[in-house]
């Protein structure tokens, strides 16, 4: 059995890399058609996200250059999960691997992904072995994220972004998770199917910056949560019980001050402290709910998650 490859690779003003990414791709699949792994209609697809640099016309060259390298256009910026599910929803392939532009992850274990998938998996997650290549902040960040998001119930492969290969039905199993504001590390593992591993070091970003600045990653990571979780809903809840119940305590022991004791508190202090902080209280618990409410108002819309403008 030979494998139809497809690479999906998302690219958002990569100019500087895709050239050397389109190299090395190449020969990643030059040596899997030599192994009798892959078969020669085998391609890479180049998802340009509405970038404002050179690359969709690097693209237009590397696609006339090699049959195997196509480009897909969207019609504009949607973001690094819309390039991705764009690329993943349109190619034909028995298996598709998603790669990141900027060579932070090792192309070649994609011939261990193919061999897994060979071997039965339908989902092979590319993990990474070692953080080194990161800042202390990302890295650390990183850790903390996934622990908030095991605590909350969401499951989530630790140190796998989105280097994966997805086989036929699991991607047709992804076409059927029809939300707006798809988070796929969180929806591939409720995919289910049989899933494997392949770990690797990733490198440092080949060439270009990253497109993912300290704002993009928090709204990112608070995607991930809102889109995944009713947790934070809950503590609202739990939060509120809380509250509900110091208070009543609170009461008690006024009432048998002023009763029993009669002693009248001065009470300055016991009556402004707890409006600052039932103030706080109320205006973060509106906020979760705002964002959840949000959530609502975007995915009831039914807007498309991107629009492809043309094709190579
Ligand atoms: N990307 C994209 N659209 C965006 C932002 C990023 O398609 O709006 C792509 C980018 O070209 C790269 C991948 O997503 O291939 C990951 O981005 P980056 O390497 O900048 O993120 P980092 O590795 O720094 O988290
Ligand atoms: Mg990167």
Redesign the pocket.
């Known amino acids: 059995m030979t494998v139809l490859l497809a690479i999906v690779?998302?690219?958002?003003?990569?100019q500087e890399v895709l050239g050397e990414t389109n190299r090395r791709l190449l020969a990643v699949l030059d040596s899997l058609i030599a192994k009798n792994l892959v078969t020669a209609e085998s391609r890479i697809y180049y998802?340009d996200?509405g970038s404002r640099d050179g690359t969709w016309p690097l693209i237009e060259s590397l696609a006339a250059a090699d049959l195997r390298s196509r480009g897909i256009k969207l019609s504009r910026?949607r973001?690094?999960q819309a390039?991705l599910l764009a690329g993943l929803l349109s190619v034909e392939g028995d298996a598709v691997v998603s790669i990141?532009?900027?060579l932070?992850d090792d192309v070649t274990v994609i011939e261990s992904m193919v061999r897994e998938f060979m071997a039965g998996a339908e989902v092979v997650y590319g993990v990474r072995g070692s953080r080194r290549s990161d800042t202390v902040f990302k890295r650390n960040t990183a850790m903390i994220y996934y622990a908030l998001m095991k605590a909350m119930g969401v499951d989530l492969v630790p140190n796998h972004a989105d280097f994966r290969l997805l086989g036929r039905r699991a991607v047709e199993a992804l076409r059927e998770y029809d939300e707006v504001n798809l988070f796929l590390r969180g929806v591939v593992p409720l995919i289910g199917y049989r899933t494997a591993t392949v770990t690797y070091d990733r490198a440092e970003?080949m060439a270009g910056i990253?497109?993912?600045p300290l704002r993009k990653m928090i709204t990112f990571a608070a995607e991930g949560v809102t889109s995944f979780s009713i947790v934070p809903l809950r503590l609202i809840t739990y939060l509120g019980l809380l509250v509900s119940a110091f208070s009543f305590a609170m009461i008690v022991f006024i009432l048998y001050g002023a009763i029993v004791l009669k002693a009248v508190i001065p009470g300055w202090a016991s009556s402004v402290v707890p409006i600052y902080f039932l103030g706080g209280i109320q205006l973060l618990s509106i906020g979760i709910l705002g964002e959840y409410v949000a959530k609502i108002y975007l995915e009831t819309k039914r807007r498309p998650r991107f629009n492809i403008e043309k094709t190579l």
Request: with cysteine; glycine share 4%; charged share 30%.
């Open positions: 690779v998302p690219c958002y003003n990569e998802v996200d910026n973001g690094h390039a990141d532009a900027d932070q970003r990253s497109k993912y």
